[in-house]
């Protein structure tokens, strides 16, 4: 059974930092795109940021500048440092994966991904 756990979730001031991280197992995904979504109260699921097996990242604009992608494949994880935050950050952030081939339009499709972590929330206070 293959399992996502994020964690690092948490409440933040507007201006400061969070780093999700989300740990992988049940299969190696070393390979393979990770990504985030994030869901904000009353809004669909967003495409956040992703990053093909090889190091390639991607970001929506909102936060292009602000937060960065990384992964670990020794580790079997990906994680997203999150700067300079503000309340429209504030959403339940949910780490992704899959095993098919990374392309710029399939990546921000929540129907690209297999797997799903839980989700940990993240709340941005002014």
């Known amino acids: 059974q293959v399992t996502l756990v994020e964690s690092g979730g948490g409440l933040a001031q507007t201006g400061h930092s969070l780093r999700l991280s989300c740990e992988a197992a049940?299969?190696?995904?070393?390979?393979?795109?990770m990504a985030w979504f994030r869901q904000a109260p009353g809004k669909e699921r967003e495409f956040v940021a992703a990053?093909?097996?090889?190091?390639?990242?991607y970001y929506t604009n909102d936060v292009q500048g602000r937060f960065t992608i990384s992964r670990d494949n020794d580790k079997n994880a990906v994680f997203l440092q999150m700067n300079n935050l503000t309340p429209d950050d504030t959403a339940v952030y949910y780490c992704?994966?899959?095993?098919?081939?990374?392309?710029?339009?399939?990546?921000?499709?929540?129907?690209?991904?297999?797997?799903w972590g839980q989700g940990t929330q993240v709340t941005v206070s002014s």
């Open positions: 049940g299969r190696s995904f070393g390979g393979y795109p």
């Open positions: 992704v994966a899959t095993t098919k081939r990374p392309t710029i339009p399939r990546v921000r499709l929540t129907t690209f991904y297999e797997y």
């Open positions: 990053i093909w097996g090889a190091g390639t990242t």
